[in-house]
């Protein structure tokens, strides 16, 4: 089985998925609805996005799991369900990457808890511990060949997600963060700091994801870079900016946006590359294809990441 370790010794860069969400509601997940109940619902359709992902060239694929610790499932009365649910979403990622055509690396998606840490809000740090312990337990009885922290906002959740992945598990550790609110998290971290903090971390590799769009990543991830040349960075960029059309959210980044976005991010010094809300597998393929047939020019840009588009409030319930 191919790790995520040794695909990036051996490559310069990779290709990671796109959204879940999104495609999930195009496949008729209602508004609201729990993503993560589809895992034993509707097993085939989880698969086909996994699938769709790896046809599309995907090297990395992540677990229809972003919801899937108990304090989120508990909004559906699901929280005693929290190992079952992210042990299938392993389950299924695992089946469409040990059937893929080429070495596909299994991320388990941990997501934000929806709560505040104290002492700003009322969420005690062990209890949230003990959560993604449980989350990430599940994930990797499932087959995850990583568990992958994404879209946080507070440091000290990703501390304590990053140490639930550990007290339960042995696999290595990715961590996102989604910088959407004048270059900063919704609490206040700068990609820089967020670099220093969750480099010493022992993370494999860590970045942003989510977010305002194409440019705002790409600020992340030069600030990054500027910081750190060798360390791995992880661009999941939102497809464009969403905003809503005939009662439905719709976001403005092609497939040719995503591409060009993909080219940009590389050279700015990330070594994973995906997309996230709003993408698609026609939005990875077109970043594929163009990271093919583009000459590496890394560009090492020493200055404060440039003032994003204005935040949009967006429905944070499920990745993608």
């Not at 310069?12 to 993560?36: K, S």
């Not at 979403?89 to 997501?111: F, T």
């Not at 060009?260 to 709003?278: D, F, H, L, P, S």
Request: charged content about 20%; glycine content about 10%; overall charge negative.
């Amino acid at each position: 089985m191919t790790t995520l370790e040794q695909l990036l010794a051996t490559h310069d860069y990779l290709i990671a998925d796109g959204g879940m969400g999104t495609m999930l509601m195009a496949a008729g997940l209602e508004q609201g609805d729990p993503p993560e109940m589809w895992n034993v619902l509707h097993p085939d359709r989880i698969r086909a996005v996994h699938r769709g992902y790896v046809e599309a060239g995907a090297q990395i694929i992540l677990t229809n799991s972003f919801g899937g610790t108990s304090f989120r499932l508990k909004l559906h009365k699901l929280q005693d369900r929290a190992f079952e649910l992210n042990k299938a979403a392993a389950e299924l990622a695992r089946a469409e990457a040990d059937a893929a055509d080429h070495p596909v690396v299994v991320g388990g998606s941990l997501g934000p808890t929806g709560e505040i840490m104290e002492p700003v809000g009322a969420m005690k740090y062990a209890d949230a511990v003990a959560a993604f312990a449980e989350q990430a337990a599940g994930l990797a009885a499932g087959g995850a060949d990583v568990l992958w922290i994404e879209t946080m906002s507070d440091i000290s959740e990703v501390r304590a997600a990053v140490e639930g992945c550990r007290e339960s598990t042995n696999l290595p550790v990715v961590a996102t963060m989604t910088f959407d609110t004048n270059g900063r998290t919704m609490m206040g971290v700068t990609p820089v700091q967020a670099f220093t903090e969750l480099s010493a971390m022992n993370l494999i590799a860590l970045g942003g994801n989510c977010g305002n769009g194409p440019e705002e990543i790409e600020g992340v991830i030069q600030a990054m870079y500027a910081a750190n040349q060798e360390f791995p960075f992880v661009a999941k960029s939102n497809a464009g900016i969403p905003e809503y059309l005939h009662g439905h959210l719709h976001y403005n980044g092609t497939p040719e946006v995503m591409a060009e976005y993909a080219v940009k991010v590389r050279n700015y010094g990330a070594r994973i590359i995906g997309a996230c809300c709003g993408s698609s597998p026609a939005h990875v393929a077109a970043m594929r294809n163009a990271l093919a047939n583009a000459p590496i020019e890394h560009q090492l840009v020493e200055t404060a990441v440039p003032n994003p588009p204005p935040s949009r409030s967006r429905e944070r319930r499920r990745r993608g």
